[in-house]
């Protein structure tokens, strides 16, 4: 297996690398040389080339320039340099940056170099070592960074489940923190449950909170729920926020008695009419699906639509999506 350094480029010969030591610059000189080219505009994307095609000897150059370099709001260069260490190979550089601690006043400098920091995490992926996980956890007890989070989730280990239901309600690495749960699957259905009903009677709830809330309910609408699950959420099918009783009724009709299964129709024949459309989408499938309980209550919610806006019935949009359901519903349409 040929190792970075070894692999053709067409943009680099190796000639240009190895010459007579006699009539050309040592290799040292050379890698130098790339260093300093790393940071132009023009040159640095082919300067990276070069040092990878250096091989080992370009790393603790690459390292020094990393470590000991000065962020800047251009951040791209610093970013080539982290993939030169990773195409080199040079996991316990990249674990060595990661980890030291950086004071950044500047925000658009501490952003751009958060990004190289990112960079840096996800290249960390492809080594499943203990050192590397630890090492991330680490970082991530301390700020929590997507690339960090995101990489995380890939090890799939159960105990870092509180820290990616903490990471729930932060902006930054939401996104990240969500598919790393989802990668867990059942193993933190447990975790998400009680986030969610924990804060059901907080009526000062922060929208960190709410978010942490909303997104595992979403998580939990994908998962196998029992029936002493269902006990545990059936309160929230009356929960105050929108996006959570959508995701509560759309389980309520996998488990939940016919009663509590009615409850969620009209949930979701109540919340089509002012939710997003691709929130739609997921309810007209559930209403389709569930047609022998949903059609008499969609009959009744078009009739009180309809009879609200009078002949203009293209003003609702509430009212043309159950329509077109309807239609659906007539026509035996599978979902």
């Known amino acids: 297996m040929r190792k970075p350094w070894e692999t053709k480029s067409k ?7 190895i010459r007579n030591p006699l009539e050309q610059d040592s290799l040292e000189i050379r890698i130098r040389k790339y260093i300093d080219l790393l940071d132009n505009l023009r040159d640095g994307e082919n300067a990276a080339k070069k040092l990878v095609f250096c091989g080992e000897k370009a790393v603790p150059y690459v390292q020094k320039y990393l470590m000991e ?6 951040y791209q260069p610093r970013q080539r340099a982290v993939k030169i260490l990773a195409k080199l190979g040079a996991k ?9 601690k950086k004071e950044i006043v500047d925000p658009i400098i501490r952003f751009g170099e958060e990004a190289v920091e990112n960079t840096a995490a996800r290249a960390l992926a492809k080594w499943r070592s203990r050192a590397v996980f630890e090492s991330l956890l680490k970082v991530a007890r301390l700020r929590k960074l997507p690339g960090v989070i995101e990489t995380l989730g890939q090890f799939r280990r159960a105990e870092i489940i509180p820290l990616l239901i903490e990471g729930l309600g932060d902006d930054m690495c939401s996104n990240e923190a969500e598919e790393s749960l989802r990668l867990l699957g059942s193993r933190a259905k447990p975790a998400l449950i009680e986030i969610l009903i924990s804060d059901t009677n907080d009526f000062d709830e922060s929208p960190s909170g709410l978010m942490r809330r909303r997104t595992a309910s979403r998580l939990l609408a994908e998962l196998s729920i029992s029936p002493d699950d269902w006990q545990r959420l059936k309160p929230l099918i009356h929960d105050d926020d929108l996006e959570i009783v959508v995701a509560i009724s759309k389980i309520a009709l996998t488990i939940a ?6 409850t969620a129709v009209d949930n979701l024949i109540e919340a089509i009419c002012v939710v997003d ?4 989408i997921e309810i007209e499938y559930h209403l389709l699906r569930h047609k022998n309980i949903a059609r008499y209550e969609i009959e009744k919610k078009i009739a009180e639509l309809s009879e609200r806006v009078g002949k203009n019935k293209t003003i609702d949009r509430g009212l043309q999506e159950l329509l077109y359901i309807q239609s659906k519903m007539t026509a035996n349409t599978n979902p």
């Open 11 to 17: 943009s680099v010969n190796r000639k240009e690398l």
């Open 69 to 74: 370099g000065k962020p800047s709001h251009i």
């Open 92 to 100: 316990n550089a990249l674990i060595e940056y990661l980890i030291m």
């Open 257 to 262: 008695d016919d009663e509590d299964r009615q």
């Open 277 to 280: 459309w691709n929130v739609q």
